[in-house]
């Protein structure tokens, strides 16, 4: 996705032992899109009050609706019941059977919180229909909702709050008070337990920020991270008496770890570090646990500690192996949830009693008709780039090749810039792979998760420094003897769809064919067009990838559409009508502009999906489509 750059790390030698063939392996048996899309992809929101329940989001009936889980007996009942939008569980009310759920129209990203009542009927708290909102959960005493709208000010977000007690009134509306007015940009994060200082954060760059605090009482606002360079901040929560601010930052380090901040005295004090970014750390309601979460080379690494027990690591029993995220502790403090998935198994939930060592898987979300033995487990490899840098990447390798087999292959950029491509289960690549495609999914130098510096690396000079790291993944392909050196596509989505037509543009002759999900094509009309609400991150994107003001000429260079006339290759494009951030036209223009040079150009349009797909049927329609462009120019020609 078109992201603003996030924290998401990846690091191991090449595995050489994986890339030798067997002539012992059974081939798997192929499987068909449906049957792949047959995931139940589940996420939970959180513990009724009386923890006899989650809040469930689920896509089984082809979009997400919102679903409740009696814990004791398995049972599931299903609470929304949409047929055209998505919409996603948000929250309980912290005493009453209420919910919170949030959902926009057909992929627009203009969110609005909803509320359930206990009889089925649902009240838009957000009156403005123009208004995008995000939902920011209740006060400590759970007598105040939060919720942050840009409807004063469609730039900017400001921080609101319901008494939960007293509303709705009449005419179901849920009268709220703004807490914080935001004039400049400064985005409202973490609140204190007492409510009443706010931590707000100002985007200087994609990695550059400074954080401010706001007294609400007072109305003075401090700013607490004055620094030279480029440091990143990232506020968790304040300490439970309210006087410190613990939050992330890389202040003097190449990745991110926990700090505080003491609210009197101006004092920082490091808490934790790791040999890799920490991705967030927050304190169980009365503080007795504290969660942190590591970027471990592509994998999250989780720890809990006992902070009633002088910081003692709690060690988790019996918890499977693989990705742990999403972990979320109950108010009792007595039970914890959290997700386990691999890049060949999907997620699942698991409950933990933290008093008896007790856990339980909840769900199981892979389809009987899928044995996962026939599935892939990504490998973690690195491979040299041009200048001699190293470039981590995860290898989906398929099953079944005897000595000599060699099969066509996929070098899959993520989006950003400054995302990653992590060990987690994806039903596309799986799809892929089981119908006898190599894939390399490629963490470029502008990734996350390898420190800052490796983070940087591409600033103004994307479409070459990362295309080059991308070219550098194709020749590691290229040097494994079950690819076909000469059958090697690039595939991608957003940033990635981008990196998919720079390469077919400023490198025509390197890849065999291209597959563009919304990918940006003329970054002078994406950097103008970017959405209201990202306003106070804007500048911010300017520095890292160029004013279209100021740096017209490279921008109109690194743009694709402008070099249209250089692509050969074949490739296909798939667009949402409702994208906010890549806009249709920046597909229709490339398709356009390629099929009047007689470049063979697929086109697929979804006009109920924005950026990404969320139906199921448009899911299974674009995997199909894609596959069926590969086999088409890949296979067929090598045959």
Same mark, same amino acid.
């Given at each position: 996705?078109?992201?603003?750059?996030?924290?998401?790390?990846?690091?191991?030698?090449?595995?050489?032992?994986?890339?030798?063939?067997?002539?012992?392996?059974?081939?798997?048996?192929?499987?068909?899109?449906?049957?792949?899309?047959?995931?139940?992809?589940?996420?939970?929101?959180?513990?009724?009050?009386?923890?006899?329940?989650?809040?469930?989001?689920?896509?089984?009936?082809?979009?997400?609706?919102?679903?409740?889980?009696?814990?004791?007996?398995?049972?599931?009942?299903?609470?929304?019941?949409?047929?055209?939008?998505?919409?996603?569980?948000?929250?309980?009310?912290?005493?009453?059977?209420?919910?919170?759920?949030?959902?926009?129209?057909?992929?627009?990203?203009?969110?609005?919180?909803?509320?359930?009542?206990?009889?089925?009927?649902?009240?838009?708290?957000?009156?403005?229909?123009?208004?995008?909102?995000?939902?920011?959960?209740?006060?400590?005493?759970?007598?105040?909702?939060?919720?942050?709208?840009?409807?004063?000010?469609?730039?900017?977000?400001?921080?609101?709050?319901?008494?939960?007690?007293?509303?709705?009134?009449?005419?179901?509306?849920?009268?709220?008070?703004?807490?914080?007015?935001?004039?400049?940009?400064?985005?409202?994060?973490?609140?204190?337990?007492?409510?009443?200082?706010?931590?707000?954060?100002?985007?200087?760059?994609?990695?550059?920020?400074?954080?401010?605090?706001?007294?609400?009482?007072?109305?003075?606002?401090?700013?607490?991270?004055?620094?030279?360079?480029?440091?990143?901040?990232?506020?968790?929560?304040?300490?439970?008496?309210?006087?410190?601010?613990?939050?992330?930052?890389?202040?003097?380090?190449?990745?991110?770890?926990?700090?505080?901040?003491?609210?009197?005295?101006?004092?920082?004090?490091?808490?934790?570090?790791?040999?890799?970014?920490?991705?967030?750390?927050?304190?169980?309601?009365?503080?007795?646990?504290?969660?942190?979460?590591?970027?471990?080379?592509?994998?999250?690494?989780?720890?809990?500690?006992?902070?009633?027990?002088?910081?003692?690591?709690?060690?988790?029993?019996?918890?499977?192996?693989?990705?742990?995220?999403?972990? &979320?502790?109950?108010? @009792?403090?007595?039970?914890? #949830? !959290? /997700?386990?998935?691999?890049? +060949?198994?999907?997620?699942?939930?698991? $409950?933990?009693?933290?008093?008896?060592?007790?856990?339980?898987?909840?769900?199981?979300?892979?389809?009987?008709?899928?044995?996962?033995?026939?599935?892939?487990?990504?490998?973690?490899?690195?491979?040299?780039?041009?200048?001699?840098?190293?470039?981590?990447?995860?290898?989906?390798?398929?099953?079944?090749?005897?000595?000599?087999?060699?099969?066509?292959?996929?070098?899959?950029?993520?989006?950003?810039?400054?995302?990653?491509?992590?060990?987690?289960?994806?039903?596309?690549?799986?799809?892929?792979?089981?119908?006898?495609?190599?894939?390399?999914?490629?963490? &470029?130098?502008?990734? @996350?998760?390898?420190?800052? #510096? !490796? /983070?940087?690396?591409?600033? +103004?000079?994307?479409?070459?420094?990362? $295309?080059?790291?991308?070219?550098?993944?194709?020749?590691?392909?290229?040097?494994?003897?079950?690819?076909?050196?000469?059958?090697?596509?690039?595939?991608?989505?957003?940033?990635?769809?981008?990196?998919?037509?720079?390469?077919?543009?400023?490198?025509?002759?390197?890849?065999?064919?291209?597959?563009?999900?919304?990918?940006?094509?003329?970054?002078?009309?994406?950097?103008?067009?970017?959405?209201?609400?990202?306003?106070?991150?804007?500048?911010?994107?300017?520095?890292?990838?160029?004013?279209?003001?100021?740096?017209?000429?490279?921008?109109?260079?690194?743009?694709?559409?402008?070099?249209?006339?250089?692509?050969?290759?074949?490739?296909?494009?798939?667009?949402?009508?409702?994208?906010?951030?890549? $806009?249709?036209?920046?597909?229709?223009?490339?398709?356009?502009?390629?099929?009047?040079?007689?470049?063979?150009?697929?086109?697929?349009?979804?006009?109920?999906?924005?950026?990404?797909?969320?139906?199921?049927?448009?899911?299974?329609?674009?995997?199909?489509?894609?596959?069926?462009?590969?086999?088409?120019?890949?296979?067929?020609?090598?045959?």
């Amino acid at each position: 996705m078109l992201i603003k750059k996030a924290f998401y790390p990846l690091v191991l030698l090449v595995c050489l032992g994986a890339c030798k063939t067997t002539e012992t392996e059974a081939p798997p048996r192929q499987y068909s899109i449906e049957q792949f899309m047959d995931v139940k992809n589940i996420y939970s929101a959180g513990f009724s009050p009386d923890e006899k329940k989650l809040l469930l989001g689920s896509n089984e009936t082809g979009i997400y609706n919102v679903f409740e889980l009696d814990i004791a007996s398995g049972e599931r009942r299903q609470l929304t019941n949409s047929t055209e939008e998505s919409v996603f569980a948000a929250s309980y009310f912290p005493n009453d059977d209420r919910i919170v759920y949030t959902s926009d129209k057909g992929g627009n990203e203009i969110d609005h919180i909803f509320v359930r009542n206990p009889d089925g009927s649902s009240i838009d708290i957000i009156t403005d229909s123009k208004a995008k909102a995000n939902f920011y959960g209740w006060s400590h005493d759970k007598k105040l909702m939060y919720y942050a709208s840009n409807s004063r000010d469609p730039r900017f977000f400001d921080l609101y709050r319901v008494d939960v007690e007293t509303a709705p009134k009449e005419g179901n509306v849920y009268p709220s008070m703004v807490v914080y007015q935001n004039n400049e940009g400064l985005d409202p994060t973490a609140i204190s337990r007492d409510n009443r200082y706010i931590a707000l954060v100002k985007p200087i760059t994609t990695n550059n920020s400074d954080v401010y605090i706001l007294d609400t009482e007072s109305g003075e606002r401090k700013h607490i991270t004055p620094h030279e360079g480029d440091v990143d901040y990232s506020p968790q929560y304040f300490s439970p008496d309210g006087k410190k601010l613990i939050y992330l930052t890389n202040e003097g380090s190449e990745f991110m770890y926990i700090s505080s901040y003491d609210l009197v005295s101006g004092e920082k004090t490091k808490i934790e570090d790791a040999p890799w970014d920490i991705m967030y750390t927050y304190l169980s309601r009365n503080g007795k646990y504290r969660v942190v979460a590591i970027n471990n080379d592509a994998r999250t690494e989780i720890k809990v500690y006992n902070e009633a027990d002088g910081g003692k690591l709690v060690q988790l029993k019996n918890v499977p192996k693989g990705d742990i995220t999403g972990v &979320n502790i109950s108010d @009792s403090e007595k039970l914890m #949830t !959290f /997700y386990v998935s691999t890049s +060949k198994s999907p997620s699942n939930l698991y $409950l933990y009693n933290l008093e008896t060592d007790e856990i339980k898987q909840l769900t199981n979300t892979l389809t009987a008709e899928i044995n996962g033995d026939d599935l892939v487990e990504a490998t973690v490899v690195r491979f040299k780039s041009y200048d001699g840098l190293e470039i981590p990447a995860l290898l989906y390798k398929p099953k079944g090749l005897k000595k000599g087999d060699k099969v066509p292959a996929l070098v899959q950029v993520h989006g950003g810039p400054g995302g990653q491509t992590r060990l987690n289960y994806s039903s596309s690549y799986q799809y892929f792979v089981n119908h006898g495609y190599a894939i390399l999914c490629v963490n &470029n130098r502008g990734s @996350s998760g390898y420190g800052k #510096t !490796f /983070y940087a690396a591409d600033d +103004k000079k994307h479409g070459d420094v990362d $295309l080059k790291d991308c070219i550098a993944g194709k020749q590691y392909l290229q040097s494994l003897d079950f690819v076909d050196a000469d059958k090697i596509g690039i595939y991608g989505g957003s940033y990635g769809g981008y990196m998919v037509m720079a390469a077919l543009a400023f490198a025509p002759e390197e890849f065999d064919v291209g597959v563009n999900l919304f990918g940006v094509t003329n970054w002078l009309r994406t950097l103008k067009s970017i959405p209201p609400w990202w306003t106070s991150f804007r500048d911010a994107l300017y520095t890292e990838m160029g004013d279209p003001m100021k740096d017209s000429v490279a921008l109109y260079n690194k743009s694709p559409l402008f070099h249209a006339d250089k692509i050969t290759k074949p490739f296909i494009v798939l667009q949402g009508s409702n994208d906010p951030r890549v $806009l249709q036209v920046e597909s229709d223009e490339i398709v356009e502009a390629a099929k009047a040079n007689g470049v063979p150009v697929e086109y697929v349009v979804f006009p109920d999906e924005g950026h990404g797909w969320v139906k199921k049927e448009n899911q299974i329609k674009s995997a199909e489509s894609i596959l069926q462009f590969l086999d088409k120019h890949l296979k067929e020609q090598a045959q």
